[in-house]
């Protein structure tokens, strides 16, 4: 099948990479001329395992191709992905003017029949919006051309976004007619062979069914950082209760890990949004709104337990943050628990070194060259000279350190454990100080 894919972001680029892998001739569109040129160098803008492989091959057979050019990708192929970005807008509703700039380009440029599809998350109601806007725009210049809008929200997540692409556990399309869902299914079919994924429904449920999934795992983790910080306060060990909770299967153990709060570019913007659209509907958003605020406040949780140990006046101290990026396994800071850390420590007079096997450089990006941060090139770097050592992203290289060498090297032995990696009678046994998540301290 023919197919252009608008944005070559996250979204849009794992799944023009995935369909071109599979076999269907897609071109990724993109307005940046340098980022189009470095993809056609396999050179990815991000990390993401396993992506550049799969670019590369699906170069090289033909089957992708990276352009600027709008009409060339408007009118070369029949199905038309708008994955361009939904950032928060001031009022924490999402930014809708890119995804209907590139609405404006497919009215401008289609000549005969397309489906648009919408993958990027979007408000209820953006299908209907751009079905609306494209028959305007189109009437406007007195031209009939057929053409479908559909919803089909992606569920990958960053660090596994090409696996989640290729064995999805469901392929959700929103749409009108019978016929664009039997094109869906064409479409779809290398990646819903073991067992039947693909969920019809109207585009409005579709673009809701994205929402709400996110804000149902947003929620978990703010429920077990409440949780969490209750069960400090009373001695108990959240991560004890956190598995007898995880065995009953109608809570099951997924997304129930308490920790420094949850960021990214999905969870936080999403829940924003889905919020504004609950109060923008006279709807109550209660829930929404603990789940953001909870967050906001676990965010700032590892400063406060290093102030509590430590004094709030930083001033002459180091600290060691193992862990920038918002998860393992990306490069990606935004809305990063290591940056209310950071920010935390540096407005007490604090120093960081700061070390990530992946997210150097972004955070080098963000803060640029400034005497209370360096950035190191390995953990144990990290530790030198350093009074403390906070753990911000569960790394696989965090796992089990060398704990005689952490204590050797921090001035005095003290870590503070956003992500629960170590047990506590170890860490006793060991004789480091040790503070984790709701661990009964
Ligand atoms: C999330 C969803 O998991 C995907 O299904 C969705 O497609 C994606 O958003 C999106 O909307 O594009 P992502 O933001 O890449 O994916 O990362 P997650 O693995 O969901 O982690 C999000 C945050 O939650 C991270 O900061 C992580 O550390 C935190 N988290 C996750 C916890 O604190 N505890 C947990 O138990 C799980």
Redesign the pocket.
């Known amino acids: 099948m023919k197919i252009s894919i608008f944005g070559s972001g ?2 849009g680029l794992v799944q023009a990479a995935i369909f071109a892998d599979v076999g269907h001739r897609v071109i990724c569109m993109d307005v940046d001329q340098a980022r189009v040129e470095r993809l056609r160098n396999c050179d990815i803008p991000f990390f993401e395992p396993g992506l550049a492989d799969i670019v590369r091959a699906a170069q090289a057979n033909g089957l992708l191709s990276f352009t600027t050019d709008a009409r060339e990708a408007v009118q070369a192929s029949d199905y038309l992905f708008i994955c361009v970005g939904t950032p928060s807008a001031a009022d924490g509703s999402a930014d809708m003017s890119y995804v209907m700039d590139v609405a404006d380009t497919i009215a401008r440029l289609m000549s005969s029949r397309k489906v648009v599809v919408t993958k990027s ?1 979007v408000p209820v109601g953006t299908a209907d919006a751009i079905k609306a806007h494209i028959a305007g725009a189109l009437q406007r210049q007195g031209r009939s051309i057929p053409f479908a809008v559909a919803s089909n929200p ?6 596994s ?1 090409v696996k ?1 692409a290729q064995s999805p556990d469901r392929i959700i399309v929103g749409a009108e007619s019978p016929e664009v869902i039997d094109e869906f299914r064409h479409m779809y079919q290398a990646f819903n062979r073991n067992h039947e994924k693909l969920m019809a429904m109207d585009p409005r449920s579709a673009e809701m069914t ?1 929402y709400a ?2 804000a149902m ?2 929620t ?2 703010s429920f ?2 409440e949780m969490a910080n209750i069960a400090e306060s009373v001695g108990a060990d959240v991560e004890l209760v956190r598995r007898g909770m995880g065995s009953d299967p109608r809570i099951g153990y ?14 936080p913007k ?1 829940v924003r949004a889905l919020k504004h659209l609950a109060t923008e509907n006279q709807r109550s958003a209660a829930i929404l709104t603990a789940v953001h605020d909870t967050n906001q406040r676990q965010k700032n949780r590892l400063s406060e337990l290093l102030m509590g140990r430590m004094g709030a006046d930083l001033t002459g101290k180091t600290v060691a943050v193992w862990g920038l990026a ?2 393992p396994n ?1 490069d990606d800071m935004r809305e ?2 290591s940056r209310y850390l950071m920010e935390g420590l540096w407005s007490c007079g604090g120093k960081v070194q700061a070390y990530d096997p992946q997210a150097n450089a972004a955070c080098a990006d963000l803060y640029g060259e400034r005497e209370d941060l360096e950035l190191t090139d390995t953990k144990e770097a990290a530790l030198e000279g350093a009074s403390a050592l906070v753990i911000c ?2 790394w696989k290289a965090f796992w089990s350190p060398d704990f005689e060498h952490i204590k050797a090297t921090l001035a005095q032995p003290l870590i503070f454990d956003g ?1 629960n990696l170590y047990n506590p009678a170890h860490m006793e046994e060991l004789g480091i100080e040790y503070f984790g998540i709701g661990r009964g301290r």
């Not at 992606?154 to 660090?159: A, V």
């Not at 997924?254 to 969870?267: A, D, L, R, V, W």
């Open positions: 996250y979204v998350t992606e569920f990958l997540k960053e660090g976004a989640d994205k999934a996110n795992l947003a978990k983790i077990m950082n997924q997304f129930i890990y308490p920790g420094c709060g949850y960021g990214g570019s999905c969870f999403d918002f998860k990306t990063a628990p992203t569960e992500r």
